[in-house]
Nanobody, 127 residues
Framework: QAQLVESGGGLVQAGGSLRLSCAAS????????MGWFRQAPGKEREFVAG????????AYGDSVKGRFTISRDNAKNTVYLQMNSLKPEDTAVYYC????????????????????WGQGTQVTVSS
């Protein structure tokens, strides 16, 4: 069973950048598809970005395409979310999620398909 711990959130001005990290426990991290989701107050959880087990396949939500980049380092059991050109509407709690699966059909956009979740990290973008 994987445990996920996010870090790197904080307060940043619009136009700035942040890099989120998600560290996973266990020896099977390289077999996990990973995703980043976010949830703002009063809104549903939203898919931000995902990466398959090898890093070869990625997917992004429409609102972050061209600004955010997901990557992973299987040797460090860590997945990253580089966020550039941040906007006030990016303000949310960001969650890391994982699914033990070796499939070319991942990453998936539906949060209900992920097995493991971190506790979340707050990102606040001021205007």
């Amino acid at each position: 069973q994987a445990q996920l711990v996010e870090s790197g959130g904080g307060l940043v001005q619009a136009g700035g950048s942040l890099r989120l990290s998600c560290a996973a426990s266990g020896r099977t991290f390289s077999s996990y598809a990973m995703g980043w989701f976010r949830q703002a107050p009063g809104k549903e959880r939203e898919f931000v970005a995902g990466v398959n087990w090898s890093g070869a396949r990625t997917a992004y939500g429409d609102s972050v395409k061209g600004r955010f980049t997901i990557s992973r380092d299987n040797a460090k059991n860590t997945v990253y979310l580089q966020m550039n050109s941040l906007k006030p509407e990016d303000t949310a709690v960001y969650y890391c999620a994982g699914k033990l699966i070796l499939s070319s059909s991942w990453p998936r956009l539906n949060p209900n398909e992920y097995e493991y979740w971190g506790q979340g990290t707050q990102v606040t973008v001021s205007s």
